[in-house]
Nanobody, 132 residues
Framework: VQLQAFGGGLVQPGGSLRLSCAVSGFTLNYYGIGWFRQAPGKSREAVACISSSDDTAYYSDSVKGRVTISRDNFDNTVYLQMDSLKPEDTAIYYC??????????????????????????WGQGTKVTVFS
């Protein structure tokens, strides 16, 4: 199982970035895939999480309305579109996968709770810096 995050970079406040998480070693069925971030001196926090089985998605309050998580099961890729970026969005962003469950309902339950308690595999991070 591998998850590879990329797409980070430098952007000015108000700008946009799209992060990608390419997964391999498993197919996107009955898992949650989430984005998490860790800013310097802070603990890691959940950003968004999406079900691989339906449209269930979770967003943290800090990014709600500015961020959209989506997936392409054909390409085994999960995206994080970030708009209206703020300096406080500066962090290393990681993608991670939950443990597998055997039903879409089970995945939805994990996702609505933010996925954090159910994570099983992590990818390496990609750095996002928002500066003025």
């Amino acid at each position: 199982v591998q998850l590879q995050a990329f797409g980070g970079g430098l952007v000015q406040p108000g700008g946009s970035l799209r992060l990608s998480c390419a997964v391999s070693g498993f197919t996107l069925n009955y898992y949650g895939i989430g984005w998490f971030r860790q800013a310097p001196g802070k603990s890691r926090e959940a950003v968004a999480c999406i079900s691989s089985s339906d449209d269930t998605a979770y967003y943290s309050d800090s990014v709600k309305g500015r961020v959209t998580i989506s997936r392409d099961n054909f390409d085994n890729t999960v995206y994080l579109q970030m708009d209206s970026l703020k300096p406080e969005d500066t962090a290393i962003y990681y993608c991670a996968r939950t443990r597998g469950v055997g039903s879409a309902q089970g995945v939805s339950l994990m996702v609505t709770q933010g996925c954090s308690r159910y994570l099983e595999f992590w990818g390496q991070g990609t750095k996002v810096t928002v500066f003025s």
